[in-house]
């Protein structure tokens, strides 16, 4: 089978998985997250063009905060990438990296290093959390889980397990940008990734000085 038709198919099946998302999770970023993967591949030659953008695609279709049945899911993915004849290897890859990737996988004791398709879909996933687009996923998934927008009395959490960064009982969408989003510039693995998380940085930096003005009722 061409890489092209494996595409395809991995493709076809995030269209079915998450074309419901309301939560910013949806195809919109999907499609950013494998733009900015096509992007990052241009100074990443040894990275498999196959397995990086296969990643990009499903990176979130096993993700815990977004399916109930996470077994289930992952079962999902490895039947659909023996339909679409990748072989065992490649298959481990893919599923190596989806498993390992996301910000609350770094809160657990068991993450597993990342090869370099996953170094390079982690920033691709990453960019599109900062900047502008960063704020507004950040303001419509807090919203969506009825979060409070701002309380001054809340202080962000630190040293967090995977457990206590899931729990949003107590969390407010401004602490969320101290919690996770403004430590994500310093994570990024590619040089490309880290100069352009820096411009990114600086748009919810002054986002967040700008709201917290605008909150104390300050000109």
Do not use: C
């Given at each position: 089978m ?5 595409l395809a ?20 970023h ?7 993967v ?6 990443e ?5 196959l ?7 499903l990176?979130?279709?096993i ?16 039947e ?5 004849a ?9 599923m ?7 910000f609350s ?5 068991d ?25 507004a ?20 959490r ?34 490309a990734?880290?100069?352009i998380a ?22």
């Open positions: 061409e890489t092209t038709e494996q198919l991995i493709q076809d099946y995030t269209v079915q998985q998450l074309s419901g998302d309301k939560s910013g999770h949806g195809l919109d999907i499609h950013r997250v494998v733009t900015n096509k992007m990052l591949l241009a100074d030659p040894s990275a498999s063009y397995i990086t953008l296969t990643a990009a695609y990176h979130d279709v993700d815990d905060k977004l399916v109930s049945d996470v077994e289930a899911a992952r079962q999902g993915v490895i659909l990438l023996t339909q679409a990748f072989s065992q290897p490649q298959i481990n890859t893919v190596l990296i989806i498993d390992n990737m996301s996988k770094s809160l657990t004791t993450r597993q290093p990342l090869p370099i398709e996953g170094l390079i879909v982690q920033d691709a996933d990453r960019l599109d959390a900062i900047g502008a687009i960063g704020i996923r950040a303001i419509y998934y807090g919203g969506k889980h009825g979060e409070k927008i701002y309380d001054p009395t809340v202080k962000p630190t040293s967090m397990t995977k457990a206590e960064y899931r729990n949003l009982a107590n969390e407010t969408i401004i602490n969320h940008f101290y919690e996770k989003l403004f430590k994500l510039a310093d994570q990024m693995n590619t040089p990734a880290k100069r820096q411009a990114r940085q600086k748009v919810m930096s002054q986002f967040v000085n700008d709201f917290k003005s605008e909150w104390n009722g300050m000109a």
